[in-house]
């Protein structure tokens, strides 16, 4: 996995990703910015959702009850836990597998916030005491 950076704005919840160097991530703070004087960069990480299988069996369970109302009384309740994990685990490949095949990204990138490093836009340097 090749590295990506972000930035974040020190007053601002939102933040940016998809660079591939600092350097990068800094212009685009500038240009999207240009009254800014520092911006946090950090490198980022994939983040891929889980299937939440508990979800699906309660939606499935559902879909019983719809079709016939009430009959869905002990419908998959007997599964143990570590069949619902083995079945999120299946799941999870097919959803990947299915994104590939498909071009689609099934990850986002998210900021690793807790390494981020403050810099000034005017010097594209680490800032210290900048405000």
Known sequence: MKRRYAYMYPCDDGYYTGFETIEDALEAARANE???????ITE????????????????????????????YEGYLDNVSKNDREVLG???????????KE????????VPDEENCVLYDLRTEKPAEGVS
């Open 89 to 99: 685990d299946a799941l999870q490949e097919v959803f990947i597998e299915w994104a």
């Open 44 to 71: 980022t990480n994939e983040f891929v959702p889980s299937i939440w299988h508990d979800v699906l069996i309660e939606d499935l369970q559902e879909a019983v009850d719809n079709e016939c109302a009430g009959s």
């Open 102 to 109: 498909r071009g689609i990204e099934y990850w986002i990138d």
């Open 34 to 40: 240009p009254m800014e004087k520092t911006v946090y």
